[in-house]
């Protein structure tokens, strides 16, 4: 017997998350409401609970890899159950070590970014789980330079120099640069500011005024002004 574990309502208007980190690895035993992995939305941070006790079997999302609400995201097995067979069971015709063909396929969110790119899969190195394409891994590729070919020579005397390469970086001596993809909920703040500066009517105004016949009188009767009252105009 097994039991689904699927992605919680996260609030209103919210219906896809990033994967943060799995609390807990396939095949430890989990207790009824142990948090198994934590979620993160535009606005919000979820750790999921285990509905169930048993024994746990993730699924093949990575760290970063997009869900949406009511995905199924692992497998709760009875502890007996777990212990009699094994959660995948190799096919009886081939090799153990043999994977399935669709096993580095793009899921969902980067198969939009493929398309949004106009990037081939077969340009993308995958780091998701089993080399799976994930939609960072389109969005590092889709920054990457296209590579510069030579030009040919113009004639026979001397061949042309192909195009410096594109310069590396510079980075500090405290130690290399780390580009680290943005939050649901820090990209959400960016777009609102972005939005706020754009629909938001920001202005400053100053006016002016002549005090100098007020500066005239004050220095005509200040004395005067001190004497009585002991304060200054």
């Known amino acids: 017997m097994s039991v689904e574990v699927r992605v919680p309502s996260m609030g209103e208007s919210v219906s896809v998350a990033n994967v943060v980190k799995w609390l807990k690895k396939a095949g430890e035993t989990v207790k009824v409401d142990e948090g198994i992995l934590s979620l993160e939305s535009d606005k919000a941070n979820v750790v999921v609970p285990a509905p169930a006790a048993g024994v746990l079997q993730p699924s093949d999302l990575a760290e970063g890899a ?48 493929l398309e949004e790119n106009r990037i081939s899969a077969a340009d993308v190195h995958g780091t998701g789980r089993g080399g799976r394409i994930t939609r960072e891994d389109v969005e590092a590729a889709a920054k990457r330079p296209a590579p510069v070919a030579a030009p040919a020579p113009a004639a026979p005397v001397a061949p042309v120099a192909a195009p410096a390469a594109p310069a590396a970086p510079v980075l500090s001596s405290a130690g290399s640069e780390e580009i680290v993809p943005m939050t649901g909920i820090r990209k959400r703040i960016a777009q609102r500011l972005v939005e706020a500066q754009s629909t938001a009517a920001i202005l400053t105004t100053f006016n002016e005024v002549d005090m100098s016949r007020i500066m005239a009188l004050r220095e005509k009767y200040q004395d005067r002004f001190v004497k009585r009252y002991g304060i200054k105009i």
């Open 66 to 113: 997009e869900v949406t609400v009511g995905q199924v995201i692992a497998l709760i097995v009875d502890a007996g159950a777990a212990a009699v067979a094994p959660a995948v069971a190799p096919a009886a015709d081939a090799p153990a070590d043999a994977a399935p063909a669709d096993a580095a396929a793009p899921g969902p969110a980067a198969r939009r970014a």
